[in-house]
């Protein structure tokens, strides 16, 4: 059996203008740097058993595992695949901005079942899904029976966990994932278990 602790990045300023971060990269609040430690501190204090930490390259990502690693005495390892999806010409539109100068385009947006939307000039969802699913099937491959942590995107995780509960792939949107809350998955064979959900006990108050 693997387990796969998923996490999401800190807080950034972009979080809390309410814009959408795709490939573009954004820095901590003193919020997000306080809620990265807060999980690094409760990783080090009940998962002694962690054998490898991945992370998507993209600064708020990368920083929020370089504090865990710190905590677990690991190195994070990059992997692009594990990037957020690509808003193209739209990154850093807010939901409020997308309806009204794109209408059309936001129509079909909230449509979570179109599988072929495509961001102008960015990433379509079928692709999106695709690098993600191969990006935890490799990791997976490589830890038969270990404990990883992975840091990184709201949509990513959603893509994962979508990619490794595929009886609910339609709830995909529904996975609510706070900044550095924490997630558990245990797969074993073709199988997995959704352990905990977005647990934020560790959180400092916002």
């Known amino acids: 059996?693997?387990?796969?602790?998923?996490?999401?990045?800190?807080?950034?300023?972009?979080?809390?203008?309410?814009?959408?971060?795709?490939?573009?990269?954004?820095t901590f609040t003193p919020l997000g740097r306080a809620q990265a430690d807060a999980v690094a501190r409760r990783l080090a204090s009940e998962c002694d058993k962690v054998t490898a930490l991945y992370t998507s390259p993209l600064h708020r990502a990368l920083q929020t595992a370089h504090i865990i690693g710190a905590a677990l005495g690991l190195q994070p390892m990059n992997v692009d695949d594990l990037r957020e999806i690509n808003f193209g010409e739209l990154d850093r539109i807010t939901l409020e901005e997308m309806e009204a100068q794109h209408p059309a385009l936001f129509a079909r947006w909230k449509n979570k079942a179109d599988m072929e939307f495509k961001w102008p000039e960015g990433e379509q969802r079928?692709?999106?899904?695709?690098?993600?699913?191969?990006?935890?099937?490799?990791?997976?491959?490589?830890?038969?029976?270990?404990?990883?942590?992975?840091?990184?995107?709201?949509g990513t995780l959603r893509a994962c966990l979508a990619h490794l509960l595929p009886d609910q792939l339609g709830q995909w949107w529904g996975y609510v994932l706070d900044n550095c809350g924490l997630t558990r998955v245990s797969v074993e064979g073709a199988g997995a278990r959704l352990l905990v959900l977005n647990e934020g006990a560790h959180l400092p108050v916002r």
């Open 1 to 26: 059996m693997t387990e796969l602790i998923l996490i999401r990045h800190g807080q950034t300023h972009a979080n809390v203008a309410g814009r959408w971060e795709g490939w573009s990269d954004g």
């Open 126 to 154: 079928t692709d999106f899904f695709r690098r993600v699913a191969h990006a935890c099937d490799h990791i997976l491959a490589l830890h038969p029976n270990d404990s990883v942590v992975i840091t990184a995107h709201g």
